[in-house]
Nanobody
Framework: QVQLVESGGGLVQPGGSLRLSCTAS????????MDWYRQAPGEERDRVAE???????TYADSVRGRFTISRDDAKNTVYLQMNNLKPEDTAAYYC??????????????WGQGIQVTVSS
């Protein structure tokens, strides 16, 4: 069984920074894609950033230049460094891993979500 646990959320003032982490545990053979999504109340869940095994990254237009995604495969962990935060970044943030297990070549797993609130 695979579990993803997020940490690092909280309340921050506009212009501030936060660093989110998400670590996977369980029967994992390989982690392929590592993504961050976010969902504000009444909105759809949208992808914020993705990093693939070779280190290639993609970002949503709304966060490009402010957010940085990185990964540590030795720790099964993905990070999201968020700088110059804006009130519109307020949302629940979710990590999503595309990974292999002993029973499945590829499946996706979600973290439980962590709240980020940007407010003065």
């Amino acid at each position: 069984q695979v579990q993803l646990v997020e940490s690092g959320g909280g309340l921050v003032q506009p212009g501030g920074s936060l660093r989110l982490s998400c670590t996977a545990s369980g029967s994992i053979t390989q982690i392929y894609t590592m993504d961050w999504y976010r969902q504000a109340p009444g909105e759809e869940r949208d992808r914020v950033a993705e990093i693939i095994p070779d280190g290639t990254t993609t970002y949503a237009d709304s966060v490009r230049g402010r957010f940085t995604i990185s990964r540590d495969d030795a720790k099964n962990t993905v990070y999201l460094q968020m700088n110059n935060l804006k009130p519109e970044d307020t949302a629940a943030y979710y990590c999503n891993f595309g990974l292999g297990t002993p029973l499945a070549e590829f499946e996706r797993h979600w973290g439980q979500g962590i709240q980020v609130t940007v407010s003065s």
